[in-house]
Nanobody
Framework: QVQLVESGGGLVQAGGSLRLSCAAS????????MAWFRRAPGKEREFVAG????????YYADSVKGRFTISRDNAKNTVYLQMNSLKPGDTAVYYC??????????????????WGQGTQVTVSS
């Protein structure tokens, strides 16, 4: 059974940084696309960043380009999201997601088969 467990959320002031982690277990993920999504109160879930497990190609939403970095550690089966220069608008529950893919990553949440429980990120002004 595939499990994705996020950690690293919390409260931070605007301009600060946080690093989220997503520990994956239950199978090998060499051909899985991994991504971070977020959902702010009253808003739709939105794509934040994605990475191919094997190739390492990364993809970002325009709103986080230059501030967030997604990476993965294959040995630890873990995906990270380094978030810098945080803004109050980044406040949301952040979710890790995965799906088996032969191509690149996807920003469409409907493509993802596995989801973590989410971790809260709150950025104060």
């Amino acid at each position: 059974q595939v499990q994705l467990v996020e950690s690293g959320g919390g409260l931070v002031q605007a301009g600060g940084s946080l690093r989220l982690s997503c520990a994956a277990s239950g199978r090998t993920f060499w051909n899985y696309a991994m991504a971070w999504f977020r959902r702010a109160p009253g808003k739709e879930r939105e794509f934040v960043a994605g990475v191919r497990w094997s190739g390492g190609s990364t993809y970002y939403a325009d709103s986080v380009k230059g501030r967030f970095t997604i990476s993965r550690d294959n040995a630890k089966n873990t995906v990270y999201l380094q978030m810098n220069s945080l803004k109050p608008g980044d406040t949301a529950v952040y979710y890790c997601a995965a799906y088996q893919s032969n191509g690149g990553s996807s920003s469409n949440p409907n493509h993802y088969d596995y989801w973590g429980q989410g971790t809260q990120v709150t950025v104060s002004s």
